[in-house]
């Protein structure tokens, strides 16, 4: 990765790429795990600093922290920082303001970086199943591409024409729930789950990831159990997920 690539993911998610260009980031989001890894966690470090639905709660944790750790700094015009990597270096007051907000973070998701280490899906594949449906391949770029709020109406009007994919369904309800659709999410991981398809494992290791990242550990742990030890990759993973709550 260079420090062009990086330009690139920043001018595609502020939406400065044209459409061509911005097929182009999708597709070598696929092609590359590399940079795939990098958009992800761009998009994820960006969704954090635009959550308006946190705003009114951080802020009162930044004024009691502040006056913690900076009594003397007190007045300061706090100003909106440029995303870091658009930032040459970090030096003094901008470092613990960082600080500051890194700590506000953690009373404010507490379960936050045990999701994050944990939602890391497997790639969508739909095209490969001989569909016409001209919405089959964009959905599965944007999903790949970790795009999922574009991904999510894609999804909606492939499952329109082919509802018994239920590897689309799991992905949509993995859309819904990284776009904070978690009502929906839970809903469709609840009959995948309750199915005696393939994927009804699946089903469960999506419900506990979603009680992860509401903190109900006790619920994840339930969940954790329905997995069949039978399907060693998602044991493996609900192991370590285990040990972590």
């Known amino acids: 990765m260079t420090d062009k690539d990086f330009q690139i993911i ?15 980031v999708e597709e070598r989001a696929v092609s590359s795990a590399a940079f795939g ?15 308006k639905s946190h705003e009114e709660a951080l802020r009162p944790t930044l004024s009691v ?4 750790f900076f009594p003397d700094q007190q007045g300061a015009v706090v100003r909106p920082l440029r995303p870091w990597w658009r ?16 700590l506000a973070l953690s009373f404010l998701f507490p379960s936050g970086n045990t999701y994050a280490e944990f939602a890391q899906h497997d790639p969508l594949s ?26 999510i109406p894609l999804l909606e009007r492939y499952l329109a024409d082919q509802a018994e994919d239920e590897r689309a369904r799991l992905a949509l309800g993995i859309a819904y729930l990284e776009s904070n659709e978690d009502e929906k999410a ?33 619920a994840a742990l339930i969940f954790l159990d329905k997995i069949p030890s039978t399907d060693t990759y998602l044991t493996e993973k609900a192991n370590r997920l285990r040990a972590s709550l």
Do not use: C, M
């Not at 393939?198 to 992860?212: D, K, M, P, R």
């Open 10 to 24: 920043d001018a595609y998610l502020q939406g400065d790429l044209s459409e061509e260009d911005r097929q182009g």
């Open 37 to 51: 890894e990098a958009l992800r966690e761009r998009r994820r470090f960006a969704a954090h600093l635009a959550a």
């Open 186 to 218: 839970v809903n469709i991981f609840t009959e995948i789950a309750a199915s005696e398809g393939a994927l009804a494992a699946y089903g469960n290791w999506y419900l506990a990831l979603a009680a992860v990242k509401r903190g109900d550990s006790a």
């Open 65 to 68: 922290l502040g006056e913690q």
């Open 126 to 151: 739909i095209t490969e199943r001989g569909t016409a449906l001209a919405d089959a391949a964009a959905a599965e770029t944007a999903f790949n591409a970790g795009d999922y709020l574009r991904a």
């Open 87 to 102: 930032r040459p270096a970090v030096y003094g007051s901008a470092a613990a303001i960082l600080l500051v907000f890194a």
